[in-house]
């Protein structure tokens, strides 16, 4: 079973930056049929995609994130990274690492998190 | 960016069917997926490509999609089944191509 676990600070002080791997255990990072991706969810919130990384190293970010995104891969480690920079309180979340599936039907392609990472909340405070 | 709307509630009795709705513009050109999420917990997908089941998910976990509307159905439901459900799309066309909805909050009366 595909385990995804994250670490890093639970404590981040506000214009600094907010820095997360997640570790893929029982199964390749490397392996080009996934993508990997952050979400987070505000206290009390929905959803939201942050980024999205490929085994390649290929990246997309959220339009409203990209300014202070970056995610990285680390297939020597099978590992991918989140950082954001600048900080607020409006960053604090609980975050979440999670693996892309991919669904092809013709010239319809999507993906899906089946797999995620437990959640813990990063909290931007001074 | 695409929007996917979804209704804040719902409730149901024990035993009765759940649908939660999602609502986007022509819905239908896109698979639609859902996550489930209990209180404290990570989101499970639970209804992947409109209809399908990851394994492990019941078969009272079933979807549609059709118009603007998607629609996750949950049959004979259970105190279990009471949590915040997701649906999602990916939209390959956009500069924000993986969109959640807004989430329902499923009530177990």
């Known amino acids: 079973?595909?385990?995804?676990?994250?670490?890093?600070?639970?404590?981040?002080?506000?214009?600094?930056?907010?820095?997360?791997?997640?570790?893929?255990?029982?199964?390749?990072?490397?392996?080009?049929?996934?993508?990997?991706?952050?979400?987070?969810?505000?206290?009390?919130?929905?959803?939201?995609?942050?980024?999205?990384?490929?085994?390649?190293?290929?990246?997309?970010?959220?339009?409203?994130?990209?300014?202070?995104?970056?995610?990285?891969?680390?297939?020597?480690?099978?590992?991918?990274?989140?950082?954001?920079?600048?900080?607020?309180?409006?960053?604090?979340?609980?975050?979440?690492?999670?693996?892309?599936?991919?669904?092809?039907?013709?010239?319809i392609i999507t993906y899906y998190f089946d797999y995620w990472g437990q959640g813990t909340l990063v909290t931007v405070s001074s | 960016s695409y929007v996917l709307t979804q209704p804040p509630s719902v409730s149901v009795a024990p035993g009765q069917t759940a649908w939660i709705a999602c609502g986007g513009?022509?819905?239908?050109?896109?698979?639609?997926?859902?996550?489930?999420?209990?209180?404290g917990q990570a989101p499970v997908l639970v209804v992947y490509d409109d209809r399908d089941r990851p394994s492990g998910i019941p078969e009272r976990f079933s979807g549609s999609n059709s118009g603007n509307t998607a629609t996750l159905i949950i049959s004979r439901v259970e105190a279990a089944d009471e949590a915040d459900y997701y649906c999602q799309i990916y939209d390959n066309n956009n500069d924000h191509p993986w969109v959640f909805g807004g989430g329902t909050k499923l009530t177990v009366l």
Not at chain 1, 64 to 78: F, G, M
């Open chain 2, 25 to 39: 513009d022509n819905i239908e050109s896109f698979s639609v997926h859902w996550y489930q999420q209990r209180p």
């Open chain 1, 1 to 107: 079973q595909l385990q995804l676990q994250k670490s890093g600070p639970g404590l981040v002080k506000p214009s600094e930056t907010l820095s997360l791997t997640c570790t893929v255990s029982s199964g390749s990072i490397s392996n080009s049929d996934y993508f990997w991706g952050w979400i987070r969810q505000p206290p009390g919130k929905g959803l939201e995609w942050i980024g999205t990384v490929s085994y390649s190293g290929t990246t997309y970010y959220n339009p409203s994130l990209k300014s202070r995104v970056t995610i990285s891969i680390d297939t020597s480690k099978n590992q991918f990274s989140l950082k954001l920079s600048s900080v607020t309180a409006a960053d604090t979340a609980v975050y979440y690492c999670a693996r892309q599936d991919i669904t092809i039907f013709g010239v």
